[in-house]
Each structure stands twice: as structure tokens, then as C-alpha cells.
């Protein structure tokens, strides 16, 4: 890979970072962001399975990225 390449997948990668932050339902997601050749992989916890979606959805919005591979988890709910 060269340094382009790198670059490319950083930038991709602090695109990701911020539309999340950015957007007013996904600030709350906990996630972690990999890219690797436009792949973002996505770890960490979401509060709701709709919330999960709606990452995937900004995120392969974002241009650079070829695909989505979201592995977060939702947090589930305790009952008493």
C-alpha cells in the first residue's frame, strides 16, 4: 500500500468519526472505526438496534467508502 492509499482510508476514517459526532442520533454510539481499501469496520455499543442502522446508513454515505462491516453490539436493557 502506499502512503496515498493511507491516507485515503485516514481520511475516510475521520470523515466516519465526524459525521458521527456530528450527527444529533448517533453521538451517543460508542464506536470504534477502522478502514482498510474504503472498508469501514465499525465496533463498539449503540443504545438501540435503530441507532445501529442509522451508522450504517451515514456511514456508506460517505464517499470513499466501498463497504460497511458494522460489528457494534446493542446494549441490552436491564430488567428488574
Do not use: W, Y
Amino acid at each position: 500500500r502506499t502512503a496515498d492509499e493511507k491516507m485515503d482510508d485516514a481520511s475516510v476514517t475521520a470523515q466516519v468519526k465526524t459525521a458521527l459526532r456530528i450527527h444529533r442520533s448517533t453521538r451517543s454510539v460508542n464506536t470504534r472505526v477502522e478502514t482498510r481499501d474504503g472498508e469501514v469496520t465499525l465496533t463498539g455499543m449503540a443504545p438501540n438496534s435503530a441507532e445501529k442502522a442509522l451508522v450504517t446508513k451515514l456511514v456508506t454515505d460517505i464517499h470513499g467508502v466501498t463497504s460497511v462491516k458494522n460489528l457494534t453490539q446493542v446494549r441490552q436493557k436491564c430488567e428488574f
